[in-house]
């Protein structure tokens, strides 16, 4: 397919095959066996005028993630946007989700996915990961992910077990 990148969702376990969960676009729209992401206003609109459970929402950057906190036990899967590599906010949007408003379903990052940032999308409580970057597809296909033993800061997800010092915050598991 010329021209589309292909993504693949990732998670530790591995590669995840037939996840129907998309973000549509104009390009690509979602296919019978796909489900798309609601905006935020789209899953309030649709969470107001129904019962349904199940759903799943793309947080954007300038989104307010604490609009969301009525509807957390309605979701399936919240994934929150990385549109470029220095664009932080996600990281954000994640750790108040975890952290702050306990969300406990699948947290997964959609965008601009590097192979560098998945350690530190994983200590914010990111869990899957939409993927199209070649060179992050390639790492974790042979298991090669970059290793932060140690972290200045808590963290949604302790750090492993590394040598500690007086002035760093060590994590046990």
Known sequence: MKGRMMTRIWKETGFVENDPWMVETEEHPATDEQTPLLSLDQLIEKAEASNDVGLGVLIRPADDVH???????????VAVEFPAFNDGRAFSHASLLRERLGYQNELRAVGDV???????????GIDSFAVTNETALRRLAEGRLPAIPVHYQPAARPAADAPGYSWRRRSTG
């Open 67 to 77: 609009r969301l906190q009525p509807y957390l036990d309605r979701l399936a899967i």
């Open 114 to 124: 590097l192979i560098d940032q998945i350690p530190l999308m994983l200590r914010v």
